[in-house]
């Protein structure tokens, strides 16, 4: 699913070439875990957005 979801978005010109599906669901667990039990909510969300600022194509 996250690769169909990465080749989709490399074939639109939106996403970086040569993402790896696992190194992006890795990204994503790892936020979720290190953000687990963190008072600052706001934190998940701005981890997710560097996360995902990295995904997008220039």
Do not use: K, P
């Amino acid at each position: 699913m996250v690769a169909a979801f990465l080749r989709d978005g490399e074939a639109a010109g939106e996403l970086r070439w040569g993402l790896d599906a696992d190194d992006v669901t890795a990204a994503v667990v790892g936020t979720f875990l290190v953000t687990r039990g963190v008072h600052d909510t706001a934190q998940v969300g701005r981890l997710l957005d560097l996360l995902v600022d990295g995904l997008v194509a220039r």
